[in-house]
Every structure is written in C-alpha cells, then in structure tokens.
C-alpha cells in the first residue's frame, strides 16, 4: 500500500516567487518529498537550489526533457512553476514519460496548446491539476455547496474583481524594463497580461463556486502604451442567461491582491475577498446580513469541516494551495493503490479548467481587438 508520493518541480529558484509557495504548502503534507529538480534556466542558480532544498545533485537537471527522462518511473508528479511559455512544453515532456503534472496558471499561450495537454493527459490517464489556488480556500468549498444545496436560490447577477498594485510603476518606465520583464512581454506572456494571469482565476473561480459556464463575453482592455493589458473590463452571459461583470487591474494605487466575489440569488446572496479569506457573508432574503467564518458556528455545508485550524487563527494563501495537493496527493495515491477516486479526491483544478482559462483570456483580447463585439466561448 502506497502513503507516500515524491515530487520534482521545475522553476522555484531560490528568489521565484510562486515555487516558494508550493513547497511551504506541499511542505504541510507529510506524505510528500521534493526529490528533484530543474528549478532554474541557468546552471548555478540550479546548483545553488539542490543546495538549498536537500535535494540530492545527481537529480538537479538543466532542462526539463532530461528531467522527464531521467525520473520517469521514480517520481508521482511534478509541479512546474515556470513563466508561462515554458508551461506546455514542459508539461508535455512530463506527460509523455508518464509523468503526472502540477502546473501553474494560465495553463499555456495558446488554445491548441492547452488542448493538446488536455488530450495527452486523458490519453495516458495521467492525473494534471492546474494550480487555481483560491478554490483551495476552504470558504470557496462553503459558498458552493450552499450554491448548489440552493441556500441563495436561482443565481440573478455576479459581480467579481481582482485588483493589484504590481505594475503600477510600469506606467512611469520608458522602456519595459522591469524585474517582472517575461509578465508584460507577449514573447514570454502570450497575448494577454492581467487577464492570463489574474483574470483566470476569476473566471475558473466563479465557475467553481456556481457551476456558471461562460457563453460570450464583450470585453474593454487598457494597455497605457505598453505591450500587453494591464486593465480589463467584461461583461458576460452564462448559458442559462444570467449576466456577469469582472473587473481586472494589475495598476491599481494601494490595491493589494484583492479578489472579491459576489453572488446574487433569488433568495440571498454571498459575498467574499481574499483580503479576508476566512469569511463568508451571507445575506438570506429578508434577514439581516450574517458573517460566516472559518471552522465557526452556522456553517452546515460538508467543506466547513475541511478547516486545519481553530476559529480565528487565519489559514491563507500556503494552505489554500496546500488544499489543493491534498486532493491531488490522495488522487494519485488512490490510483496507485488500485482504488478509485473519491468527488472529494478530485476536487482540484483539472486541466479542462487550464483549458477553459486559456479560451477566457483569448476571447477577452478577441472582443477588446474588435471594438468590444460580444465573442462566443464553445
Ligand atoms: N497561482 C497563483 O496564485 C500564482 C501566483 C504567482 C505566479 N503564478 C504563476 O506561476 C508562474 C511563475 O510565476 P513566478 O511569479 O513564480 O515567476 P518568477 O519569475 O518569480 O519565477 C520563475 C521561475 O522559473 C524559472 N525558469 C524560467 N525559465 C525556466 C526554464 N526554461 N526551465 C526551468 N526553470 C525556468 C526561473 O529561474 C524562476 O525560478 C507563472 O505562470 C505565473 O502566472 C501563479
């Protein structure tokens, strides 16, 4: 019986922003190892990782072919932390050795990219989760199974935003010089900024808490003169009709990673930000508003019981993500074991959820291109 699983991660160099993150939120999972890596595209920054993570230097790797090559067979998964053109060709390397995949967001550059992964994926019955960590939160998990047990009725209206700070300074540079440079730069990015990076969340995180799938959305994009957008405005019809309105800006003075999610229902609403993770609130038609909080009273729904800590000790960003290996961990432990994945196992971010990021962000530019026309997402 299989209870541990080993990983290797590409990207997450010692000054790598998202990497860090993963392993302190798989580092909260006994059952997972960092065994190997190619943490960096230069070699010393690579030495300096091996050093620095205990992992042992005849499985630090220089490019992540040789990787997939070499710990085919020897490790359960890997999770890529890389700017976003490395994404596909890096997972695909590891798809193709058998390797399952933990990728960052947005899944890749292009459509056809990410349905190739899509394909590959299904084809070797690998296990690919794509890493949209706010529905790790365990009050996201809340608000949709209230959603779905019908606590605010028929959903009416959504109202969502992300809003930061990180290119603000942006605006006042000539040149794109910036320590962000790959983000702001279509050669690294693809064709969409905010949109591929902190749009996506927005878009599978409505869907995730309501089920909501997008039909077509009109879109505006504010560039400022740079290469790529850096503000977006979309309005969107779901397929049963309802209308929704998502805000995206990455120059927003003082702003930092707020997303805020409101749901509007025929017999209530919810409400919630990330600026305040471990709080839901709940406005049932007719009654005064109430404040859901984390591992508190009057959470009746299954997810209330997934907290790790006490009622007002703040969980977070780490365990957020950790939530979302949780599942993956038990899934690929559960098929390694011969058993089969529970609903519960399985709530992760799949890679048809990486696809549907990629077809997001590509209509929104499409609609902003063409005088804002309305464009269809199938
Ligand atoms: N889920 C989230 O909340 C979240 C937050 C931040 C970033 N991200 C995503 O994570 C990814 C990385 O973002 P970041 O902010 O950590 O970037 P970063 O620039 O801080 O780090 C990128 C890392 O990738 C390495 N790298 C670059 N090219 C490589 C290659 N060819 N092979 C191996 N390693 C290579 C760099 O050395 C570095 O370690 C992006 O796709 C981004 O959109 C997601």
Not at 104 to 112: F, G, W
Not at 135 to 144: E, I, L
Not at 241 to 254: D, N, R, S
């Amino acid at each position: 019986m299989f209870k541990e699983v080993t990983y290797g991660m590409v990207g997450g160099d010692l000054k790598a922003l998202i990497g860090e993150c993963h392993r302190k939120a798989l580092g909260l999972d006994p059952r997972a190892k960092l065994v190997c890596g190619c943490f960096s595209a230069i070699d010393e920054l690579n030495d300096e990782c091996a050093e620095a993570y205990h992992v042992d230097k005849s499985r630090v790797y220089y490019n992540a072919e040789d990787m997939a090559k070499a710990e085919a067979g020897k490790i359960d998964f890997v999770s890529i932390c890389t700017p976003n053109f490395v994404h596909y060709s890096a997972a695909k390397t590891f798809l193709e050795h058998g390797i399952n995949v933990v990728c960052e967001k947005p899944l890749t550059l292009t459509v056809e990219e990410a349905e190739d992964l899509a394909r590959i994926a299904k084809e070797k019955k690998l296990v690919f989760a794509v890493d949209y960590c706010y529905s790790g939160y365990v009050m996201c998990k809340v608000m949709k199974q209230m959603i779905a047990r019908g606590d605010i009725g028929q959903i009416i209206a959504v109202n969502a935003n992300y809003i930061e700070n990180s290119f603000l300074s942006l605006l006042a540079e000539k040149e794109q010089v910036n320590g962000r440079i790959w983000r702001t730069d279509p050669k690294y990015s693809g064709i969409s900024n905010t949109c591929a990076d902190d749009g996506t969340h927005v878009e599978h995180l409505v869907h995730y808490v309501t089920g909501l799938k997008i039909k077509r959305l009109l879109a505006t994009t504010d560039t400022f003169g740079k290469k790529l957008d850096l503000n977006d405005n979309i309005i969107l019809e779901y397929e049963n009709g309802v209308h929704g309105a998502y805000w995206f800006t990455q120059v927003a003075c003082g702003c930092p990673n707020e997303i805020d999610l409101r749901i509007m229902g025929t017999e209530g609403c919810l409400e919630w930000h990330q600026t305040r993770p471990d709080e839901v609130v709940y406005i049932k038609k007719g009654e005064a508003p109430r404040t859901l909080c984390r591992a508190g009273d009057g959470i009746d729904v299954p997810a209330g019981k997934l907290a790790r800590v006490p009622f007002g000790h703040p969980e977070g960003y780490y365990i957020a993500i950790a939530n979302i290996y949780r599942s993956v961990i038990d899934t690929i432990l559960k098929l390694k074991n011969g058993e089969t994945p529970t609903e519960e196992d399985l709530d992760f971010p799949d890679v048809e959820t990486g696809v549907n990021g990629v077809k997001f962000f590509h209509a929104v530019v499409e609609s902003a291109q063409n005088n804002s026309k309305w464009v269809e997402i199938n």
